[in-house]
């Protein structure tokens, strides 16, 4: 009889913090030597009292990195199975799940030898290894003798299987990059190009930004009383009563939420007040306005123009209503089709849209509306859930991003059920 094909696929976890030219290297030759499918990439979540850090990468941030970094490369994917609001899931979880999710899938676990050092104060040791194949690459400062010691010990320890992967040192550290950036000094040839813009675009290790947003925070509240009535009777000339009406809810709502999820007020007033803004340009116009002002517009959103009133509203809100916060910006635009991994404000925005008091026609609204207080991820997945029930979960009748960031809600719901939550 012939034996099954099994499967065979590498995990490259880490906070990516940022991702550096090391990490691909490490991903591409354990894939090479070991014969891989593919590689995923899967950054860590961090624990809520970690985030914010100062000099440190938001978790958005992160992931795009991540994305940026392999996008050429066809065997090398993104895994997002470790983001999610509670931060922090332990390895052996992730890839218990994994495992039964793809039980005809070897898995290959690859860490640096720092790690390996640690490995002993890992969360449930044996039952990693029980899940994968543990691959250690070597670094400079450690003897091949030594490595090997400490490899026979854990794989005796725990028995599991380790295996020593045979690559270059390349001896480059995400924290000795973010020192470089801080000193002002050159990280280029040290991350990809891509990423490398990235981070200069958006400051993102930039000591200085934080002091300036700290300032500008200090100044948002007063200008934001101010303006907030300006821009509800601007918004009135550009919408029908009805929608009016439905834009001042989602704007009550969302900032009710605010209050309850401890998320900055004014801000999710803005949101929601904008969030429909663009809303009754008629669909041509739509179309129109997004090429003229170089707006992409996908095949998808091309059979369903009304889409994009999401992200033609963050354009004007930016344009029109002189908005410059990101966080703003972007809860518009994924306000109608979600996506995985949102921000607490996106959260907010798209639960209040479904919600707000004149919404009748959605079906668990009480259920709904009480759990939209109480989880915005659960409610995030009944929402999805309850959309994907409706349109079908057919692929010409659901954006991607929809689906996507169904799937993502449902294994942070599943997981919080393993863990009896
Ligand atoms: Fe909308
Ligand atoms: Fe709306």
Redesign the pocket.
């Known amino acids: 009889m012939q034996k099954e094909q099994r499967k065979k696929i590498g995990i490259m976890g880490g906070t990516f913090d940022p991702i550096h030219v090391g990490h691909l290297i490490l991903g591409e030759k354990a894939y090479e030597q070991l014969g891989l499918s593919k590689v995923l990439f899967m950054p860590s979540g961090n624990p809520p009292h970690k985030r914010d850090r100062q000099g440190r990468a938001e978790d958005d941030q992160r992931v795009e990195m991540v994305r940026l970094a392999i996008k050429d490369n066809p065997h090398f994917q993104l895994s997002l199975a470790e983001m999610h609001d509670k931060g922090y899931t332990y390895t052996y979880r992730t890839l218990e799940n994994l495992k039964r999710e793809n039980p005809d899938t070897d898995y290959y676990f690859i860490i640096g030898a720092d790690s390996l050092y640690d490995f002993d104060k890992w969360r449930e040791p044996a039952r990693i290894l029980a899940c994968c194949h543990m691959v250690v690459a070597t670094r400079n400062h450690t003897s091949i003798r030594e490595l090997e010691e400490q490899i026979d010990y854990i794989s005796h320890k725990y028995s599991g299987h380790l295996i020593r992967l045979d690559t270059l040192n390349i001896d480059i550290s995400s924290n000795l990059i973010r020192q470089w950036l801080k000193e002002g000094k050159s990280i280029q040839y040290y991350v990809k190009n891509d990423v490398l813009e990235y981070i200069y675009e958006h400051r993102i290790y930039d000591a200085k930004k934080a002091e300036e947003e700290e300032k500008e925070e200090d100044t948002m509240e007063t200008i934001n009383a101010q303006t907030l009535s300006k821009m509800q009777k601007k918004l009135h000339k550009y919408l029908d009563e009805d929608r009016f009406m439905h834009t001042l809810g989602v704007m009550y709502t969302s900032a009710s939420l605010a209050m309850a999820h401890g998320e900055n007020i004014n801000s999710a007033q803005v949101a929601g007040l904008l969030?429909?803004c663009a809303?009754c340009i008629p669909n041509k116009k739509k179309l129109k306005m997004c090429s003229q002002n170089h707006l992409p517009v996908s095949e998808f959103e091309k059979n369903h123009p009304f889409l994009l009133?999401?992200k033609l509203g963050a354009y004007l809100a930016e344009k029109k209503y002189g908005i410059t916060d990101s966080k703003i910006l972007n809860a518009i635009t994924y306000?109608?089709t979600g996506r995985p991994s949102m921000t607490k404000l996106e959260k907010i925005v798209y639960i209040a849209?479904y919600i707000e008091p004149l919404r009748e026609k959605a079906p668990r609204l009480e259920f709904v509306r009480k759990l939209a207080f109480q989880d915005l991820d659960e409610c995030i997945y009944e929402i999805l859930k309850d959309t994907l029930n409706y349109l079908g979960d057919q692929p010409d009748k659901v954006e991607k991003t929809t689906r996507e960031a169904y799937q993502y809600y449902r294994s942070i719901h599943r997981q919080r059920m393993e863990e009896g939550e």
């Open positions: 969030h429909d809303k009133h999401a306000h109608t849209d």
